[in-house]
């Protein structure tokens, strides 16, 4: 399979966060599932292989997007997150094998699965006090959800009251949907079954929502006080004693040949169910298990969905252009006589990179296969060279940006080759191509997030020479955009007050919003969480002790050699320095906080060496973190202490501690330690 380049990643992360805003706040998705998914697919296989360089925007570190201003907010009591993707049987084998390896499990050992459809429908909460349903919310974007209750009421699938009146809270989780038949009978109004069903749940009167046939599977816990289940089958089982609509194809898997038998046999039946699915969902059966697993920032670990195929087309390409991304990266492009794939008009397609042109032989003029699995931009598959006619034309790669300077392909240090991404030799924001791209990624929803201030106003600005800058943004001469096209002095006031309201950032946002490559947002928390001021950041800026900083840095876990050399290389720009320094001075940038629980190991410096024999490695790590403690991947004398497994610890690591008069502590100890 071929991996993305950096810059292709980056570029289809943009083009999702697009797609994630019509599907999750708008209601009106772009693309088809398949397309989305394939999407999410390319990126999931870049971040396996390169995990230092995920990035922020990733779709595995968030889940949906921010709920809309139609209903009031309203904060999960647990995380309401999304799942990660699999797309073949090697990445369901992969996805057992992680959590054998967390869990430090057998080889042999096959954890229970419970196999549910995925329903293609909305995400609901709904949260019940002594049985009796008190609030309904939708995902939102998995931390905040909007409350909905008025509408989900209207589901006769929702049960007000419990039969058996459980104790306390207790949080059911489940889809809502429009069966396929009922459908039929609303289908001028809306684009697709599970449309109807967001449009409905947003509806502000209730009895309009009333009047859309809408159902409710089952297929989660939330967060419950009183009931001790030990499985989540046990948790389904009670739900449909309850009353409650369970999936009846869910069953049991103890193996992976009964997995795939189960897959195959449900994607047979799709077509013939009432309700849209578009893959099977599995999760550990063991809610202890499930427990010690846990979760990333945006999905469980001990979950995962196995996605059904998706669709290709032939067309033509009549152009090739190059766009220049935020890091300067330039990316191919194809435009293509338009063409229906799964039921979205296609125009354009990524062609990656130099290398990928001349490898697939791609000329102007070609007839290609193009896959349109989940890219707003698909990418070609492969060219029917049998229809190739004289009037195809070999595409030159530039040699320059379309700034004008230099683009070359860097050295990468990992692989010992060149990249196979041409770049602007610019470092900051003296390419107005990639300048242009940063301001974007500054005013974006992950960094200061200015409501109101998106790509195309960005364009706009730009164009009118009203910011080239981030600072600019703050010196606005708002009388001059009230003049502008579209603008008016209410939505001038309402720009004006969202740019105030950026102006109070954390550390974290702030370096991550500064678009330094390479450095997202895993890294930033890193960098705020070593510097915690923005006073020790600015120390960067000084090219006398630049060398001596950037140093320090290598002792970080999760702060390889690509991010130092990144960091290097924006720090000797005199540009990018004068732009964080003015910055500093407009800002209110907030001390870094760490949210962790107070413990024993709150801000000390641990490593870990040796296998462990009650976890893995990584399970320790999280563990560790959760605890307050820092990572680091080097023995110093900054480390407080180094934690050893049961076996294979790292025998020049110990020596070392010991010179250093480091102290040790074995795998017990750390556990008895990490539990008081």
């Known amino acids: 399979m071929k991996y993305l380049t950096l810059e292709e990643y980056k570029e289809k992360i943009i083009f999702l966060n697009k797609l994630n805003k019509a599907y999750h706040q708008d209601d009106e998705p772009l693309v088809s599932d398949s397309e989305y998914d394939e999407l999410k697919k390319n990126i999931l296989n870049f971040e396996k292989k390169n995990p230092k360089l995920k990035d922020p925007k990733s779709p595995t570190n968030r889940v949906g997007f921010s709920p809309s201003n139609k209903f009031s907010k309203v904060q999960h009591l647990v995380p309401m997150l999304s799942l990660d993707n699999a797309f073949t049987i090697e990445d369901v084998e992969d996805f057992i094998k992680k959590i054998k390896n967390y869990l430090n499990l057998k080889n042999d050992f096959f954890p229970e699965l419970i196999a549910e459809p995925k329903i293609d429908g909305i995400s609901a909460s709904l949260i019940y006090q002594d049985g009796k349903i008190t609030k309904g919310l939708s995902r939102g974007d998995g931390e905040f959800g909007e409350d909905i209750t008025e509408n989900l009421l209207t589901i006769k699938d929702i049960i007000k009251i419990i039969p058996s009146r459980p104790k306390g809270l207790f949080e059911i989780r489940g889809e809502v949907y429009i069966a396929k038949n009922d459908f039929d009978k609303i289908k001028d109004n809306f684009a697709n079954p599970r449309n109807a069903a967001a449009g409905s749940l947003r509806q502000k009167d209730s009895n309009k929502t009333k009047l859309i046939p809408l159902k409710f599977f089952v297929h989660s816990i939330g967060k419950i006080n009183n009931h001790n289940f030990l499985t989540h089958f046990d948790f389904l089982k009670f739900c449909g004693e309850s009353g409650f609509k369970i999936n009846p194809l869910s069953s049991i898997l103890i193996s992976i040949d009964s997995l795939m038998k189960n897959y195959e046999n449900i994607e047979k039946m799709r077509s013939s169910l009432d309700y849209d699915i578009d893959g099977i969902v599995y999760k550990i059966n063991n809610l202890n298990l499930q427990k010690r697993l846990g979760s990333l920032s945006s999905s469980p670990r001990w979950a995962i969905a196995h996605k059904f195929s998706s669709q290709k087309a032939t067309t033509v390409i009549r152009k090739i252009e190059i766009q220049v991304g935020r890091t300067g990266a330039l990316t191919p492009v194809a435009k293509l006589d338009p063409v229906n794939v799964g039921g979205v008009l296609v125009s354009n397609a990524t062609l990656h990179n130099e290398n990928e042109i001349k490898r697939k032989d791609i000329r102007v003029n070609d007839t290609i296969i193009i896959q349109r699995a989940g890219d707003v931009i698909p990418q070609v598959i492969e060219v029917i060279k049998s229809k190739r006619g004289k009037n195809s034309k070999k595409f030159a790669f530039p040699e320059k940006c379309l700034c004008g300077r230099p683009a070359i392909k860097d050295f ?240 020049n690591k110990i020596e070392k501690a010991k010179e250093l008069k480091i102290q040790i502590l074995e795998e017990q100890d750390w556990l008895k330690l990490s539990k008081n």
């Open 412 to 651: 990468n240090e990992t692989s010992k080759k060149l990249d196979v991404v041409k770049r602007c030799t610019d470092s900051g924001f003296n390419c107005e191509y990639m300048a242009r791209e940063k301001l974007k990624h500054f005013v974006s929803k992950d960094a200061l997030n200015i409501e109101g201030f998106g790509k195309k106003v960005v364009d706009n600005f730009w164009h009118i020479n009203f910011i080239r800058l981030p600072q600019d943004i703050f010196h606005l001469n708002y009388k001059k955009v009230e003049l502008l096209e579209g603008w008016g002095e209410q939505s001038v006031n309402n720009l004006k007050s969202a740019i105030n309201k950026s102006k109070n950032i954390s550390l974290l946002k702030f370096i991550y919003s500064i678009g330094i490559r390479h450095i997202g947002q895993e890294n930033a928390k890193n960098l705020s969480k070593y510097f915690i001021t923005i006073q020790n950041f600015l120390k960067l800026c000084n090219q006398a002790n630049l060398s001596k900083e950037i140093e320090q840095l290598k002792e970080l876990d999760g702060i390889g050699d690509t991010q130092i050399e990144s960091l290097e290389t924006f720090f000797k720009d005199k540009k990018n320095n004068e732009i964080i320094l003015e910055l500093s001075k407009i800002l209110n940038i907030e001390d870094f906080k760490d949210s962790k629980i107070d413990s024993f190991f709150s801000g000390k410096n641990v490593m870990f060496t040796g296998t462990f024999s009650g976890m893995g490695r990584s399970e320790a790590k999280t563990l560790a973190e959760n605890l307050g403690a820092n990572i680091l991947s080097t023995v110093s004398k900054k480390l407080n202490f180094l934690i050893i497994g049961s076996s294979k610890p790292t025998k």
